[in-house]
């Protein structure tokens, strides 16, 4: 198995397309550092609303890696689910486009075995894609605006967190980011074995995603009660929980807590179950698959 990963691992680095996706990160995420270094403040006065004419407001501590890297995984993790699909959409449709999968599935290696190694190498592309913007995102933004107490803008109040409460919270929202696009990745996988070539999957899973994230934001109180909490762009942006601590009786955050632990881990759950599903789909249909390229 590991001898077959290696040999998956090296067919997707070898694709120009497979760095495009960390270049596009790397320009996306500087912009963003370059645009609030040069005008955080109007981003800022923009999350704090009224506050600023009654408040005096620290602007300079505000600023600083940790809230300028929550800021960025508002803005990119939603749009990173068309770089998963890039690589994972051409897994089984690449091979058929360019003629080598009857030759692959030929090998003395069952075909489960050769789906889960490409599915586990789709798998390491997500988490080094991830890593990378852990990198960029987090440790950039550290090294360029510091670091200091994060202010998080919540429904119905601001919170603020302890510098030293911060970043166990970021490992745990990158873990979970993580398992979110790979369940990208299973839908891709699982929508590849059905292609001669990677458009189709890849704008086919792109679809879904837009389409169900739409779904998911719609205020229906009985579709609120009925399909969204099955839909699985609805629990994607669950890492958000990490950084919504609990409240004491004086309205400061307790540290080291999560408010909603329970909610997360169902989320966490729920992603699970549809990674499950899409990849197991995938290994029936492709064992079952009449390979004719």
Same mark, same amino acid.
């Given at each position: 198995?590991?001898?077959?990963?290696?040999?998956?691992?090296?067919?997707?680095?070898?694709?120009?397309?497979?760095?495009?996706?960390?270049?596009?990160?790397?320009?996306?995420?500087?912009?963003?550092?370059?645009?609030?270094?040069? =005008?955080?403040?109007?981003?800022?006065?923009?999350?704090?609303?009224?506050?600023? =004419?009654?408040?005096?407001? $620290?602007?300079?501590?505000?600023?600083?890696?940790?809230?300028?890297?929550?800021?960025?995984?508002?803005?990119l993790l939603i749009h990173i689910p068309l770089l998963i699909a890039l690589v994972a959409g051409d897994s089984i449709a690449g091979e058929a486009n360019m003629g080598t999968l009857r030759l692959l599935a030929s090998k003395p290696v069952s075909r489960t075995?050769?789906? &889960?190694?490409? %599915?586990?190498?789709?798998?390491? #592309?997500?988490?080094?894609?991830?890593?990378?913007?852990? %990198?960029?995102?987090?440790?950039?933004?550290?090294?360029?605006?510091?670091?200091? =107490?994060?202010?998080?803008?919540?429904?119905?109040?601001?919170?603020?967190?302890?510098?030293?409460?911060?970043?166990?919270? #970021?490992?745990?929202?990158?873990?979970?980011?993580?398992?979110?696009?790979?369940?990208?990745?299973?839908?891709?996988?699982?929508?590849?074995?059905?292609?001669?070539?990677?458009?189709? $999957?890849?704008?086919?899973?792109?679809? &879904?995603?837009?389409?169900?994230? &739409?779904?998911?934001?719609?205020?229906? $109180?009985?579709?609120?009660?009925?399909?969204?909490?099955?839909?699985?762009?609805?629990?994607?942006?669950?890492?958000?929980?990490?950084? #919504?601590?609990?409240?004491?009786?004086?309205?400061?955050?307790?540290?080291?807590?999560?408010?909603?632990?329970?909610?997360?881990?169902?989320?966490?759950? &729920?992603?699970?179950? #549809?990674?499950?599903?899409?990849?197991?789909?995938?290994?029936?249909?492709?064992?079952?698959?009449?390979?004719?390229?």
């Amino acid at each position: 198995m590991w001898q077959l990963l290696q040999i998956e691992l090296f067919k997707i680095f070898r694709k120009p397309r497979t760095y495009i996706s960390f270049g596009a990160i790397a320009a996306m995420v500087i912009i963003i550092q370059i645009a609030l270094k040069f =005008d955080g403040q109007s981003y800022i006065e923009f999350i704090v609303g009224g506050l600023k =004419d009654s408040l005096d407001i $620290p602007y300079e501590h505000i600023l600083n890696g940790f809230f300028v890297c929550f800021i960025i995984l508002n803005l990119l993790l939603i749009h990173i689910p068309l770089l998963i699909a890039l690589v994972a959409g051409d897994s089984i449709a690449g091979e058929a486009n360019m003629g080598t999968l009857r030759l692959l599935a030929s090998k003395p290696v069952s075909r489960t075995k050769l789906m &889960i190694a490409k %599915f586990m190498a789709t798998v390491v #592309y997500t988490g080094l894609l991830l890593l990378w913007l852990a %990198f960029i995102a987090l440790l950039l933004s550290i090294l360029v605006f510091g670091t200091n =107490d994060i202010l998080i803008a919540r429904n119905d109040a601001l919170e603020i967190i302890r510098s030293n409460d911060v970043m166990w919270r #970021y490992l745990a929202a990158f873990a979970f980011a993580t398992l979110a696009l790979t369940t990208v990745a299973a839908l891709a996988f699982l929508l590849s074995v059905f292609a001669e070539n990677s458009i189709g $999957p890849i704008v086919s899973t792109i679809s &879904i995603v837009i389409v169900f994230t &739409i779904l998911s934001e719609m205020q229906i $109180p009985l579709y609120d009660r009925t399909i969204k909490p099955f839909l699985f762009t609805s629990h994607m942006l669950a890492w958000k929980g990490f950084f #919504y601590s609990k409240i004491d009786a004086g309205g400061s955050s307790i540290p080291g807590t999560i408010e909603n632990l329970k909610a997360i881990g169902k989320s966490a759950v &729920i992603l699970v179950l #549809y990674i499950t599903g899409f990849v197991s789909a995938a290994i029936v249909v492709f064992n079952r698959k009449d390979i004719l390229s």
